[in-house]
């Protein structure tokens, strides 16, 4: 009986796939390309990951939230930031999805831009704030690191800007963002296990150290020079 019902449905699976595709709406959001190419970041995140975690997480994301949007015009024009920020306004009955869809949307866009081979350090007005607001990139690493591996399930742990400049740690569950309270995010790490099992299996503290490897800080200086100019979205 159960068996059957397994071969029935996977029988079924690429009809619906093709399915879905066809009917996804190709706007008004699209998938952002990798800055980079998907093996940049080895070998501290694989090349499979990033190509599943980009091409088909990400990408369905964005498909939902389209979908979602279809038949709501006002919503559907709305920068992600504003669509994100006003979720109480939304009706109902797509509230859950555009929170779930959305968020990945932008959780997701934040992270490719926040990352790179490249490394670097923390310079400048950045690396000023960091000093100031955690006792320097050390302790600042520690402290994220031991939140995300605080979040239970799946999640993300983010480091927020203020309107001041002001750093701070915070988490949230699923794909919510700081940005649904209007909030500004400087940058984050994905600590779902689509973003490292492949590579680390359970070994989430394994994944949040290495990933300092990969933090592109050039980026993340622009991300807080354009915060305190106000013109930092998602
Ligand atoms: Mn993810």
Redesign the pocket.
């Known amino acids: 009986m159960q068996r059957r019902a397994v071969l029935v449905g996977l029988a079924s699976l690429p009809v619906f796939a093709r399915q879905v595709r066809a009917q996804a709406p190709s706007g008004p959001h699209s998938l952002p390309p990798l800055p980079y190419p998907t093996n940049a970041l080895e070998p501290h995140i694989d090349q499979r990951t990033m190509e599943i975690?980009h091409g088909r997480?990400h990408q369905a994301y964005v498909n939902n939230l389209n979908a979602a949007l279809k038949d709501h015009g006002e919503a559907a024009k709305l920068p992600l930031h504003e669509l994100l920020a006003k979720l109480g306004e939304l009706p109902e009955g797509i509230r859950t999805a555009v929170r779930n869809n959305g968020g990945g949307h932008a959780n997701?866009t934040m992270f490719w831009e926040v990352m790179g081979p490249g490394g670097g350090q923390p310079a400048g007005a950045l690396k000023d704030a960091i000093d100031r607001d955690f006792g320097g990139l050390d302790k600042l690493q520690e402290q994220f690191n031991a939140a995300g591996l605080r979040v239970f399930g799946s999640g993300w742990v983010f480091v927020t800007v203020d309107a001041a400049g002001k750093l701070a740690i915070v988490t949230r569950p699923n794909q919510d963002t700081p940005l649904m309270e209007g909030g500004r995010v400087l940058f984050g790490n994905?600590v779902?296990e689509?973003?490292y099992y492949l590579l680390y299996q359970n070994r989430r503290g394994d994944y949040l150290k290495a990933w300092w490897n990969v933090v592109n800080w050039q980026k993340v200086g622009e991300r807080y020079a354009a915060a305190q100019a106000g013109k930092l979205t998602i």
Do not use: G, L, P, Y
């Open positions: 975690h997480h997701h994905d779902w689509h973003a």
